[in-house]
């Protein structure tokens, strides 16, 4: 092969990585440019009153649901969910958010025990964190917890498979290091 057919092998070969990278997610995947907007604290008209200011609730309060999928009665994920996991690793790492920390909250439906769906949703919520510190996130920027069935999606049908998620809440600002 040629040097200049080498060279445009290679340039074609950029470019379809680039336009890959780029592609829109499967169906059913949240982008990371939806994750952002509902992460990103929402500008609002701040009141001050001698110092003080006073924001609405919504700004410390942004938060998505994702469809994350693991085994059946398991913490492990689905190969299915790299999908959706690489969507928010790359909408977390987004300059809005590149600063904020974030909590990670597992949610089940209400089939089962509900203590064992307290301790699944935690070990389900840390597999994302896992999965996301082994991306190139900072630990200390994700903190995680488990619900169990205590705040379903969908409150009058506690069994239904919408209630089985992965929060994403984003807690404002990280602490800068010393």
Do not use: W
């Amino acid at each position: 092969m040629s040097h200049k057919n080498s060279a445009l092998l290679t340039l074609l070969i950029a470019m379809c990585t680039i336009a890959s990278a780029k592609a829109d997610p499967p169906p059913g995947v949240m982008s990371d440019e939806q994750i952002e907007n509902a992460l990103k604290p929402a500008k609002t008209r701040g009141m001050s009153m001698r110092g003080l200011k006073r924001t609405q609730a919504a700004e410390s309060a942004a938060a998505v649901n994702l469809d994350i999928p693991f085994l059946y009665n398991s913490s492990e994920l689905k190969p299915e969910a790299s999908a959706q996991l690489k969507q928010l690793r790359s909408a977390l790492t987004r300059e809005s958010l590149r600063n904020d920390r974030f909590l990670v909250g597992g949610h089940t439906d209400a089939k089962g025990n509900p203590q064992y769906n307290k301790q699944l949703s935690l070990k389900r919520a840390e597999s994302v964190k896992r999965y996301l510190v082994a991306a190139g996130l900072d630990p200390g920027r994700l903190d995680t917890v488990g619900y169990g069935s205590d705040q379903p999606l969908a409150p009058d049908r506690p069994d239904d498979p919408a209630n089985r998620r992965v929060e994403i809440r984003d807690l404002g600002e990280a602490p800068a290091k010393p």
